[in-house]
């Protein structure tokens, strides 16, 4: 399964961007399309070209889900610690580092759950538990997707064709479910002939 990242820029983007980016399910958006009322991760670049381009950032709106690319400093961008900034030139494979870190330590946010590496939070009351490997991807599947089919997740994340009989996810989702429970998280999963859906 790809991971989705949002690229926002109003210039073209170089061909070598997206041949190292050819691992993520990329979305290309203009600057004028960032939704600064976004509250559920997701990973999204935003490369500034020039003072024009950086003029039209609300950089101080911005959560920690953004990463700067720039090959200017921008002392509005310095305003808000939470974001990243990269500024080039710099090699490829650096550049190419620091975004699968970034995508990697991504906080993941969704009524009151908060996932970040393998630990479940409830925002709530902060009380927290552990996610295996595969419950992370799962849980943070469903929450970025909102609705999947249990097809889907069987073959991308739990490698298993479609066409083969067991109960291997509804054991995942059944332990999902139990730790969300024991942390009094309200968000619920829940199963719709052969979908799945996040509700808060």
């Known amino acids: 399964m790809k991971n989705k990242l949002n690229i926002f820029s109003n210039n ?34 935003i490369i500034i070209n020039n ?28 305003l808000n610690n939470k974001i990243q900034l990269l500024i080039t030139p710099m090699s490829v494979n650096n550049i190419k580092n620091k975004i699968e870190n970034f995508i990697h330590n991504l906080t993941v946010r969704f009524h009151d759950i908060s996932i970040d590496n393998e ?7 902060n009380s927290f538990c552990y996610l295996t490997k595969v419950e992370l991807e799962i849980l943070t599947c469903l929450i ?3 609705e ?9 994340i739990l490698k ?3 066409n083969v009989e067991t109960n291997s ?12 429970n024991e942390i009094e998280i309200t ?8 979908k799945l859906l996040i509700t808060s």
């Open 12 to 45: 073209k983007i170089n061909n070598f961007i997206t041949k190292f980016l050819s691992k993520y399910e990329l979305t290309f958006l203009n600057l004028e399309d960032i939704d600064y009322k976004e509250k559920i991760s997701k990973a999204n670049i």
């Open 187 to 194: 968000a619920k999963i829940l199963t719709k002939n052969e």
């Open 144 to 146: 970025r997707e909102k």
């Open 160 to 162: 298993i064709k479609s």
């Open 51 to 78: 003072n024009l381009d950086a003029n039209k950032i609300k950089f101080e709106s911005l959560n920690d889900n953004y990463l700067i690319l720039s090959n200017l400093i921008s002392n509005k961008a310095d």
């Open 119 to 125: 630990k479940l939070t409830n925002l709530k009351n």
């Open 169 to 180: 996810l509804e054991s995942h989702l059944t332990r999902i479910r139990k730790k969300m």
């Open 148 to 156: 999947t089919s249990k097809n889907f997740i069987k073959e991308n």
